[in-house]
């Protein structure tokens, strides 16, 4: 008698990696959603839709940590939900909502911002498994990342919504912000990554009453808000810049020699 073996099973993909796939999936669907609302004209659900991918981007990865359940296959899944949430959904939203009245040129500068977060993207994911960086690198990013910079392209918008007589949908405005936000994405202007922020216990009260505050004036003045945030991002451009070039120097000083330029996590 032929004993015939049985074929392997098929092994289930554990809770743990299924969570961060299925909010990545989830931020994928809210970016292309936003697409369709400026296709409808309406241009705060639009907007919304990206600002919800944003916060749905920020929870899959640190889900993936705290679960453990990372892997390869999330990783690329994230950097082509990144691409369409916030580098070809905000161009397209941003240019039929303006910089289509230049005709080309309008379209132009939408193709500028999205191929620069495309390859934003291809650097972060190139760059990760550079065994150079020194450990403070890793409290960086390379220029502005993806998510901030698709919140910054329509900044112009959320502006518009407070106050319509502005000239923020001026289509010239808007295409060189584009072009702006373009290249901040693909500079190597360190910006701070926020990654192991540490509370001290002094204040994690006053930490937790700002964080209400803040929620409190979403609800009740979501784009005033979120320009608030935007211009304070910003403004933390020097900081980041002169921290990280004094912590560089303190490693050249502390090795005794002069390196190649540091650079800092993508």
């Known amino acids: 008698m032929i004993l015939r073996r049985r074929p392997p099973r098929l092994k289930g993909l554990s809770l743990n990696h299924l969570l961060p796939n299925l909010l990545t999936v989830l931020a994928l669907c809210s970016g292309l959603t936003g697409v369709r609302f400026a296709l ?10 990206i600002m919800v991918a944003g916060v749905l981007d920020g929870l899959d990865g640190r889900l993936a940590r705290l679960l453990g359940g990372g892997s390869k296959f999330g990783a690329e899944l994230d950097s082509l939900s990144d691409f369409l949430s916030f580098g070809a959904a905000p161009a397209v939203i941003v240019y039929t909502w303006s ?3 230049l005709g080309g040129i309008g379209w132009t500068a939408a ?15 190139t760059a990760l498994e550079d065994p150079d960086k020194p450990a403070f690198a890793y409290n960086y990013f390379v220029g502005v990342p993806a998510p901030a ?7 112009p918008m959320m502006i518009s919504f407070e106050w319509e007589s502005g000239p923020f949908r001026e289509p010239i405005l808007t295409s060189l912000w584009m072009v702006a936000i373009g ?5 190597r202007f ?5 990654k192991k922020v540490k509370v001290p216990h002094a204040y994690v009260l006053p930490t937790l009453v700002g964080a209400a505050l803040l929620a409190a004036a979403l609800f009740s003045a979501p784009w005033l808000t979120l320009v608030a945030l935007g211009a304070v991002y910003l403004s933390m451009f020097p900081f980041s810049y002169r921290s990280f070039r004094r912590l560089t120097q303190e490693a050249q000083r502390i090795a005794g020699v002069t390196p190649p330029e540091e650079t800092p996590a993508p």
Do not use: Y
């Open 99 to 101: 910089s289509h009245d």
């Open 149 to 155: 910079g698709g919140g910054l392209a329509l900044m």
């Open 40 to 49: 409808a004209e309406q241009w705060q659900a639009a907007v919304a839709a």
């Open 183 to 187: 290249l901040m994405m693909v500079s």
């Open 190 to 194: 360190p910006t701070f990554a926020f």
């Open 111 to 125: 193709l500028f911002l999205a191929v620069c977060c495309a390859l934003r993207l291809a650097r972060f994911n």
